[in-house]
């Protein structure tokens, strides 16, 4: 079994940065993609962006550029550093990740911009 971990969500002010990070504890082999996911009130979860144990990025198209995501696999984590904020970005961010065919989630992580 493996657990995910999510921190650094918080309150921003549009046009600043948080940086989220998600470890991973438990039986862990390598996670592979790991990602992260956000749901915003009334809406669908959707992906972010997604990283390989290679380092292979992918971004949903609407927000690269301004999110980046990158992962330590030394320390099972993963991170995400989102700049320029803006308050359609308030959502629950959620940590994913993929071994041996099964799919890990994180309990969620607030982030909340004001305009």
């Known amino acids: 079994q493996v657990q995910l971990v999510e921190s650094g969500g918080g309150l921003v002010q549009a046009g600043g940065s948080l940086r989220l990070s998600c470890t991973a504890s438990g039986t862990v082999f390598t996670l592979n993609p790991m990602g992260w996911y956000r749901q915003a009130p009334g809406k669908q979860r959707e992906l972010v962006a997604s990283i390989t144990s290679g380092g292979n990025a992918h971004y949903a198209n609407s927000l690269m550029g301004r999110f980046t995501i990158s992962r330590d696999n030394a320390k099972n984590t993963v991170y995400l550093q989102m700049n320029s904020l803006k308050p359609e970005d308030t959502a629950v961010y959620y940590c994913?990740?993929?071994?041996?065919?099964?799919?890990?989630w994180g309990q969620g992580t607030q982030v909340t911009v004001s305009s």
């Open positions: 994913n990740g993929r071994q041996l065919g099964s799919t890990y």
